[in-house]
Nanobody, 127 residues
Framework: HVQLVESGGDSVQAGGTLRLSCVAS???????????MGWLRQAPGKEREGVAA?????????FYADDVKGRFSISRDDAENTVHQQMNSLKPEDTGVYFC?????????????????WGQGTQVTVS
């Protein structure tokens, strides 16, 4: 069993920055199997969507949704079992609950259906 715990959500003004963090815990073999880790968000009244993902199986490749490219940056520290998301130049449309998620393998790392481990979410509000 894998547990993911997010932190860092807050209310900020447009143009501001936030840094989200997620810590994974659980059995060592389970943690080591988390090839793909990502951030997904759910805006009020909208479906959950992928924002960014990092895959160790693809040469440490990162993936971003088009509307966050150049503004968000995902990074992972496997020694600490953490994944971060630096969010710059925040816009009101970035508002939502941000979830950390993980999966042993993901063909499409920005698709919600790929993930089988989820955190409880952290609220980001941009006004």
């Amino acid at each position: 069993h894998v547990q993911l715990v997010e932190s860092g959500g807050d209310s900020v003004q447009a143009g501001g920055t936030l840094r989200l963090s997620c810590v994974a815990s659980g059995h060592t073999d389970s943690i080591d199997s988390l090839i793909t880790m990502g951030w997904l968000r759910q805006a009020p009244g909208k479906e959950r969507e992928g924002v960014a993902a990092a895959c160790t199986s693809r040469g440490d490749r990162t993936f971003y949704a088009d509307d966050v490219k150049g503004r968000f940056s995902i990074s992972r520290d496997d020694a600490e079992n953490t994944v971060h998301q630096q969010m710059n130049s925040l816009k009101p449309e970035d508002t939502g609950v941000y979830f950390c998620a993980a999966a042993p393998h993901a063909i499409h790392p920005l698709k919600v259906i790929e993930y089988n481990h989820w955190g409880q979410g952290t609220q980001v509000t941009v006004s």
